[in-house]
């Protein structure tokens, strides 16, 4: 989901009403709720200084946020997908996009909920980007784990202590597992022959490709191991 079709329209400013699908279930509720701290549907900058995207992911379009400016330290915003059934997919992995600039950022969380089950699947933290213009970031999640259950997917949004705390995410989507980008990529141990390389893989990922060569090699012509 993009947030783009005719069914989410973006915010204009106070008291922040956009409409989101009718298919989405969000608390507070956007229509009626006033300046409550609430994921909404925006364009473009959010209205505070110091936080928050200039952008959606990409550039353009709309996407989700909570405004800061809004509600008190701890509030919680919630937002949940339709009920999904993704039985069909091989290694079905959630993915999106999330923006996290500004010095009083708090918690966003990510669960999977169905008739019997609650499941935390990520918890990000504190300020991730140094700036509104800085591009986002993709996480992907492994779902095989509730492969045969259908359910849906819960966006928490936790105000932090002070204005500065515009959270936002775009592009959430469920599809098989590809080929992901490792996380936490470090160096140790770097000497002129060799050196250590660890990482954070993805869900059950076996295999990966390393590819390494002389100090500013392009990538694509270095020797690959597997």
Known sequence: ENFNGSNWIATSGS??????????????????????????????????SSTGPSSGNGGSGNYIYTEGSNGSTGNKAFMKTPTVDFSGITNPTLSFYYHMYGSNTADLHVLFISDTIIDTLATISG????????????????????????????FIGVRG????????????KIDAAGCYDPTNVASSFVSTY?????????????EYYVEYGFQGFIQGTGTGIM
């Open 15 to 48: 008291p922040y009403n956009s409409i989101f699908d009718d298919c989405w279930a969000q608390s507070p509720s956007d229509q009626g709720g006033g300046n409550n701290f609430k994921w909404v549907v925006n364009q473009g900058s959010t209205i505070s």
């Open 127 to 154: 300020q991730q980007h140094n700036s509104s213009a800085a591009a986002w970031t993709e996480l992907n999640i492994d779902l095989s784990a509730h492969a045969a259950t259908p359910g849906e997917i819960q």
């Open 161 to 172: 202590n002070g204005y500065a705390c515009d959270m936002a995410i775009d592009d959430i």
């Open 194 to 206: 060799s050196a250590g390389i660890t990482w954070n893989g993805f869900g059950t990922s076996q």
